[in-house]
């Protein structure tokens, strides 16, 4: 079975410090492997996709993910945090062949000034 | 482009009673799937229609159904209500033929059992 480990619930930064969400996936094929954001009282919105075509993936809003097998990993980081990136990120697998997305628990993401 | 729309966004309901919830998917996508988002359980696959045929089903008891049309809008039926099926139901549309297909999220309905 395909699952993800969000290893933190709560992270909490600066404004204008670096964000590091962790992710580990577990999967006995190449995963596809998403971060999903969701910001209080609002859907969920894709940040970037691993597809197997490379292992560093660019997403929105300045984030991006790295693709490590070695480690069965696949961490969020952005540069620099916003005020407006406070929210929930979710780490995501989707088994082949489904149309179906397999939540991680989540992050909440605090940024303060 | 519009995008994946849910209705109603807030329901309240009584435990025994039955509630059918809507999602109209991103125009073009044929593939609809709900998910259940509780603060215990996290966000859960229910199930994903494609050409009105249900293609995937996560492990929800049978109270829990849904229905695709023509027009590839969904529906989304519990029945016998239960206080635990208090939730936000989010609904995702796609184009449902690639193997890695980018799912579109609605603002989900808030559903609450009393």
């Known amino acids: 079975a395909q699952s993800v480990t969000q290893l933190d619930s709560h992270v909490s930064v600066s404004e204008g410090t670096p964000v590091l969400l962790r992710c580990n996936y577990s999967?006995?094929?190449?995963?596809?492997l998403f971060w999903y954001v969701q910001h209080p009282n609002k859907g969920l919105q894709l940040l970037l996709k691993?597809?197997?075509?490379?292992?560093l993936v660019k997403g929105i809003n300045g984030f991006e993910a790295e693709f490590k097998k070695s480690e069965t990993s696949f961490h969020l980081t952005k540069p620099s945090a916003h005020m407006s990136d406070a929210a929930e990120y979710f780490c995501v697998v989707s088994p082949p062949g489904f149309q179906k997305l397999v939540f991680g628990t989540g992050t909440r993401l605090l940024v303060s000034p | 482009k519009a995008g994946v729309t849910q209705t109603p966004r807030y329901l309240i309901k009584t435990r025994g009673q039955q509630v059918t919830l809507s999602c109209s998917p991103i125009s073009g996508h044929r593939s609809v799937s709900w998910y259940q988002q509780t603060p215990g359980q996290g966000l859960q696959f229910l199930f994903e229609?494609?050409?009105?045929?249900?293609?995937n089903k996560g492990n929800f008891p049978g109270r829990f159904s849904g229905r695709q049309f023509s027009n590839s809008r969904s529906e989304m039926n519990v029945s016998t209500l239960e206080l635990g099926d208090s939730a936000l139901y989010l609904c995702a549309s796609s184009f449902g033929q690639g193997p890695i297909d980018e799912q579109y999220f609605g603002p989900g309905t808030r559903l609450t059992v009393t």
């Open positions: 691993y597809t197997s075509a490379a292992t």
């Open positions: 229609y494609f050409s009105e045929t249900q293609r």
């Open positions: 999967s006995s094929y190449s995963p596809s």
